[in-house]
T-cell receptor
Framework: EAQVTQNPRYLITVTGKKLTVTCSQN?????MSWYRQDPGLGLRQIYY???????DKGDVPEGYKVSRKEKRNFPLILESPSPNQTSLYFC?????????????FGPGTRLTVT | AQSVAQPEDQVNVAEGNPLTVKCTYS??????LFWYVQYPNRGLQFLLK??????LVKGSYGFEAEFNKSQTSFHLKKPSALVSDSALYFC???????????????FGTGTQLKVEL
């Protein structure tokens, strides 16, 4: 089944404790992206990757890191999480980086930072 | 810059009645427009898109949307609503003229659709 998977689905952590949220897609998509969803704000892009070893900042990159060493994986790293990073996070992928292609979303990771 | 607005936080409709979820956009050139749906505790699912061609676009689950360039709108419609259509709906826009940002979509804030018996 074609899908985007994320782990973990739920995570509660404390301020400053480094964490990684994994994202993997099995569709051989070139483009991958991370979003955060907050009430009243819709989805905002954190980082994106147009292919292996090619990443760039989105609208809200502060406090996050990413890497794209393999085509299928695009982990999101929070080096020192803070309470304002409490949010619902989505990974997404699409076939190419041009805007005509729809994106496929993972199931989401709900992160709480205390 | 690209932006999208969903003026209604919530839309209530009776089952069997037609539904409309509104979306307006702002881009420099000709937009790429998308609708996604989010069910509780799930990721977003693609419903339909407008890239070029016929202004009336048909998508999944009986939904359709009409691109209106003069009104800069892309309203989502369905002739007969079902209780199972109750979900959070997002409109998104991409300005293909913009450089950088890859496949960046700008999302609206979402409209909660509630279909009641």
């Amino acid at each position: 089944e074609a899908q985007v998977t994320q782990n973990p689905r739920y995570l509660i952590t404390v301020t400053g404790k480094k964490l990684t949220v994994t994202c993997s897609q099995n569709m051989n998509h070139e483009y991958m992206s991370w979003y955060r969803q907050d009430p009243g704000l819709g989805l905002r892009q954190i980082y994106y990757s147009m292919n292996v070893e090619v990443t760039d900042k989105g609208d809200v990159p502060e406090g996050y890191k990413v890497s794209r060493k393999e085509k299928r994986n695009f982990p999101l790293i929070l080096e020192s999480p803070s309470p304002n990073q409490t949010s619902l996070y989505f990974c997404a992928s699409s076939l190419r980086d041009t805007g005509a292609y729809e994106q496929y979303f993972g199931p989401g990771t709900r992160l709480t930072v205390t | 810059a690209q932006s999208v607005a969903q003026p209604e936080d919530q839309v209530n409709v009776a089952e069997g009645n037609p539904l409309t979820v509104k979306c307006t956009y702002s881009v420099s050139g000709n937009p790429y427009l998308f609708w996604y749906v989010q069910y509780p505790n799930r990721g977003l699912q693609f419903l339909l898109k407008y890239i070029t061609g016929d202004n009336l676009v048909k998508g999944s689950y009986g939904f359709e949307a009409e691109f209106n360039k003069s009104q800069t709108s892309f309203h989502l419609k369905k002739p007969s609503a079902l209780v199972s259509d109750s979900a959070l709906y997002f409109c998104a826009v991409r300005d293909p003229i913009l450089t950088g940002g890859g496949n960046k979509l700008t999302f609206g804030t979402g409209t909660q659709l509630k279909v009641e018996l």
